[in-house]
């Protein structure tokens, strides 16, 4: 099955890594179309008419405003694969007619295979996805809601772990082991967490003890406000999507 990104940014760099397979890239005129080929292997085509024609998959991984504009190069398109947040799968639909679409919300992460992808619309490319990490199917009504958790979770993590090594910094130990302290406390926490079934309050318990050192640091996360600043994040990225 040969895909085909229209934009060859971000988005498109971690899934085609992830994938590892030779696909078919358009982009602007920067050159990073035949950056990507070069790496993954493919092409880089000139046009976006010729990568609609060739693509099995056409990916849409540019900005979303650009869907006007880049749509009519695609008709003929069969099978779309939406990246384009705050895009609805009827806008796809009309821009793109006769095309089976699925709209899908990744991470960065799909680069090293341990992506979260929320999907809706058409189910053939479930499958596909699966080859990049999870993928989890969800109302379109709440897919910018799953882009305010999951979406942004690469950027999030990495402010956090940003944060945490300068803390361990601070503390007077040397950068790169702060790193490595920090670097295998998430995979470590998260690995516990999913084997608990995300049971937060008794993973946190069995570290905290009464009167003792982590319930001093949890109680200064907390009057920080970490709880109030994740939800407000959130509404602040999913009113920008609306
Ligand atoms: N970044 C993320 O973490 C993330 C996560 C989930 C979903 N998304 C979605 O993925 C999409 C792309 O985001 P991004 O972060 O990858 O953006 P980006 O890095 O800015 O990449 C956009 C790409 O679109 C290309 N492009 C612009 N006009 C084009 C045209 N007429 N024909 C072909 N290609 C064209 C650009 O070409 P040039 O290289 O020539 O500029 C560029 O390669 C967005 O819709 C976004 O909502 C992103």
Excluded at 61 to 71: F, G, N, S, V
Excluded at 104 to 132: F, I, S
Excluded at 201 to 209: I, N
Aim: net charge negative; aromatic share 2%.
């Amino acid at each position: 099955m040969t895909l085909g990104y229209v934009g060859a940014g971000n988005m498109a760099r971690a899934l085609a890594i992830g994938f590892g397979e030779p696909a078919l890239f358009s982009d602007s005129g920067s050159g990073r179309a035949a950056a990507l080929a070069e790496l993954v292997g493919g092409e880089a085509v000139a046009t976006n008419s010729e990568l609609a024609k060739r693509a099995d998959v056409v990916v849409l991984a540019h900005k979303p405003a650009q869907l006007a504009t880049i749509a009519p190069e695609l008709s003929g398109a069969e099978v779309v694969l939406s990246l384009l947040g705050g895009v609805t799968l009827e806008q796809v639909a009309a821009a793109i007619p006769g095309a089976s679409v699925t709209r899908a919300m990744p991470n960065t992460a799909v680069a090293v295979r341990k992506g979260v992808t929320c999907v809706c619309g058409a189910e053939e490319l479930d499958a596909l996805l699966e080859a990049v990490g999870r993928v989890v199917r969800l109302p379109e009504r709440l897919i910018d809601a799953a882009t305010a958790v999951s979406g942004v979770a690469p950027a999030y993590v990495a402010l956090i772990a940003e944060a945490w090594v300068d803390a361990a910094v601070g503390q007077g130990i040397p950068a790169a082991q702060a790193a490595e302290l920090v670097s295998a406390s998430l995979s470590g926490a998260a690995a516990l967490l999913e084997e608990r079934g995300m049971d937060t309050l008794g993973v946190r318990r069995e570290v905290t003890s009464p009167g003792g050192m982590t319930a001093r640091g949890l109680r200064v996360l907390e009057r920080a406000g970490l709880r109030s600043a994740f939800s407000d994040a959130a509404a602040a990225v999913v009113g920008s999507a609306k």
